[in-house]
């Protein structure tokens, strides 16, 4: 089975209606999400900074809002009786494991070797039934598309209308709870939650600009707007794993280049960079997706001076590993005393 009648409905994409049904059923599973414009964010970047805080949603990630919405009309349709099969690195798929436990739906992912292995517990323990197999992201797709064809189970692609509607819930709160934005962040892995934020800017008729972010290592989208073709990458080889897409979907680059005012790429320092920002700045955990548009607005805030600027923490679910190497461990803060993991720091004549 496929997951795919997208063609005919990405294009219409969704109403206000639409997105309004959505927002009040995603907020029967969980109540929204906080948006805080933080002071010490404000002082770093020299503008007023607004973070959309979805890494506290139920799953930790902005994610769990399309699953919601698609598994529910999985469930309503009766699509999926034997249950459903996607590949993902994470996020999606605990989203997908959150609703299909809370729809009744059996959930398998299909993961590549060597993926996070807090993520995998994370699904395992949403119910979800993991399979490893491939070396990265799209062969673990190839095997989900190839199980879902054996087993009778519906293929949940990463990039579909559903998702694009469920995850724009996040930018219609946020919309709607803060002052004017002059310009709102949106990271972009495969683009559902940069298309759901232009159509809910655009249905609400705002004049936010939305700036695009993606990994310098692997700017799949901000090559395919500046060749003006879509570019397949051989690789997207980056920490920030929400962001390590080498194929951009067609529908989601049209929507793109339509409603953005540029893309920004940020490398894994830069991210890391970021985390570390949110950690001293506001004492919440980014992953590295999660942290790059804050990494963008940094690189850009000479730009933002003195402006309302939003960013979106899309998503908390870092390795302790990378934690402790890009914050805990990281030795040379810029005004900040560095964490000591090694040697005690010395005695201090303070009591
Ligand atoms: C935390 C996080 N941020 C950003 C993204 C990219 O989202 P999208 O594929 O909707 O562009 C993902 C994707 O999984 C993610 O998990």
Known sequence: MDGCDKAERINGVFSLQELEAARDRVHEAFPGTPQYAWPLLAERVGAEVWVKHENHTPTGAFKVRGGLIHVARLARDGTAPNGLISA???????????????????????VPHGNSTEKNAAMQALGARLIEHGADFDAARLQAMRLAKEQGLWFAPSFHPDLVLGVATWALEMFQATPPLDALYVPIGLGSGICGAIRTRDLLGLGTEIVGVQSAHAPAYARSLAEGRPVHLD???????????????????????????????????????????????????????????????????????????????????????????????????????PVMTGEPPPSSADP
């Open 88 to 110: 993902t690195r994470g996020n999606h798929g605990q989203s997908l494991a959150y609703a299909g436990r809370r729809f009744g739906v059996p959930v398998t992912i299909v």
């Open 235 to 337: 690789s997207a080889d980056t920490m920030a794993d929400g962001l390590a897409v080498r194929i951009p979907d067609p529908d989601a680059l049209a929507i793109i280049r339509d409603g953005v005012a540029r893309i920004v790429t940020v490398t894994d320092d830069e991210v890391a960079g970021a985390v570390r920002a949110y950690w001293t700045d506001t004492h919440n955990l980014a992953e590295g997706a999660g942290a790059a548009p804050l990494a963008a607005l940094l690189k850009e805030r000479g730009l933002q001076s003195a402006r309302r600027v939003g960013v979106v923490l899309c998503g908390g679910n870092i390795d302790l590993a990378l934690f402790q190497r890009w914050v805990l461990s990281f030795q040379s803060w810029e005004g900040v005393t």
